[in-house]
Every structure is written in structure tokens, then in C-alpha cells.
């Protein structure tokens, strides 16, 4: 059980396109998932959180209007990273909980941007 | 301020030999303790974790840590390393179980034969 599943798992696209990620958790409903991004060799810095149906919280320094997140069901929260540039090449990794319980992880998402 | 600090970036271990990795916090109130695994290009795997109670945590594949709050450390402990312990190592802290959490810079273990 707790499984989360991010698609794709690893995406190059050109500088200046949309990308979307998508997370969902497939065997229990999230009350909230998390948005996390990982740089090579570096730890996961958080970059918003969003409850299901409500506006996602932006941590500080994260561009709420470059990394659009929507978290329409209990199930599933997507990651847009709008006119994406090379230095939003990066690891993206989503995690989910129910309620105050603990967060799983999904694989994460390779992003590459020419 | 709020951090999580691994000391050891890249730790190399032989095959069967006991393993240390350390982590201090800086946390205001009582934190909850995490220590994650990541293998390369995968998510976070949750090895054990600390609330309260016994300050000494067993988690899985024969991984352990201690909870001082006197040194305000949480080291990861293993008696006898496999190959296959190879990884990434997150400690982290949080207001709850659930909640927002703060990672260190990861340790890196590779296992020698």
C-alpha cells in the first residue's frame, strides 16, 4: 500500500515549452502532496504544498507563475513548469499523505531542458 | 533558523563492515525524525523515523538510530553493510509526521567489496 507514481519519469523538451508532471497516489486519497526539486548531488528543497481543491502554498523563492500546480482530485496533483529554460533542468519528486499521517514518495521526474 | 546538517558528503564502507552516518538538527520545538534512502534516479524510501518514546529506533533492512537530544543528533546505524546498502542517505526533520520537512545534503555510501 502508500504507492505514489510520477509520469513521466524522465522528459527533454526545448527551451521555452510547457511541461507537466504528473503525481498520483494509487492506492490511498491525499489530502495533500508535496512538489519537491533536486538538484545533482544536492537534497530536496521544497517548493510548494497543495491541499486538494485549494490554492497551492509557494515556498519562498519559487515562482508560483513559472511552476503551476494543480491538485484537482484526491488522487492526482500535476506540476506545469511553464517556458521552461536549461535551469529548470532538474530532479522533480512529489509525496503525498493523508490527513496529519506520513508523506510517500513518488520516483521522481527527470527533466531535462535544451 | 530551522536546519538539518550531514557532516560527511561521501562515505565509503567495505562489504560487512559497521556503518555510522551522522546528522544534527537546529529545530525550535520537538522534532520529528526522519532518515530516507534514495537509490539513483528513484524517489525517497522511509528507513525509520522518531517521534517520541524510546530514543533508540529500529527500522528496516537492519537499519537503527539514536535520538540525542543533548547533541541534538539522530545517527544512523548499521552493524554490517551489503553491497547493496549503496545509496543515498536524507536525514530530515519535521513539525509532525506529515508535515513540511527539512532535508540535509545527503551522505553518499559506497560499499567497497
Known amino acids: 500500500g502508500a504507492v505514489v507514481s510520477q509520469h513521466p519519469s524522465w522528459v527533454i523538451c526545448k527551451s521555452g515549452t510547457s511541461v507537466k508532471i504528473e503525481c498520483r497516489s494509487l492506492?490511498?486519497?491525499?489530502?495533500?502532496m508535496f512538489w519537491y526539486r533536486q538538484f545533482p548531488k544536492q537534497s530536496l528543497m521544497l517548493m510548494a504544498t497543495?491541499?486538494?481543491?485549494?490554492?497551492?502554498?509557494?515556498e519562498q523563492g519559487v515562482e508560483k507563475d513559472k511552476f503551476l500546480i494543480n491538485h484537482a482530485s484526491l488522487t492526482l496533483s500535476t506540476l506545469t513548469v511553464t517556458s521552461a529554460h536549461p535551469e529548470d533542468s532538474s530532479f522533480y519528486i512529489c509525496?503525498?499523505?493523508?490527513?496529519?499521517?506520513?508523506?510517500?514518495f513518488g520516483p521522481g521526474t527527470r527533466l531535462t531542458v535544451l | 533558523a530551522q536546519s538539518v546538517t550531514q557532516p560527511d558528503i561521501h562515505i565509503t564502507v567495505s562489504e560487512g563492515a559497521s556503518l555510522e552516518l551522522r546528522c544534527n538538527y537546529s529545530?525550535?520545538?520537538?522534532?520529528?525524525l526522519f532518515w530516507y534512502v534514495q537509490s539513483p534516479g528513484q524517489g525517497l524510501q522511509l528507513l525509520l523515523k522518531?517521534?517520541?518514546?524510546?530514543?533508540l529506533v529500529q527500522g528496516i533492512k537492519g537499519f537503527e538510530a539514536e535520538f540525542k537530544r543533548s547533541q541534538s543528533s539522530f545517527n544512523l546505524r548499521k552493524p554490517s553493510v551489503h553491497w547493496s546498502d549503496a545509496a543515498e542517505y536524507f536525514c530530515?526533520?519535521?513539525?509532525?509526521?506529515?508535515?513540511?520537512?527539512?532535508f540535509g545534503q545527503g551522505t553518499e555510501l559506497s560499499v567497497k567489496p
Open positions: 522518531y517521534f517520541s518514546g524510546d530514543t
Open positions: 530530515a526533520v519535521g513539525h509532525n509526521q506529515g508535515g513540511k520537512l527539512i
Open positions: 509525496s503525498a499523505r493523508v490527513g496529519a499521517g506520513e508523506q510517500f
Open positions: 492506492d490511498f486519497q491525499a489530502t495533500t
Open positions: 529545530y525550535g520545538a520537538t522534532p520529528y
Open positions: 497543495s491541499n486538494e481543491g485549494s490554492k497551492a502554498t509557494y
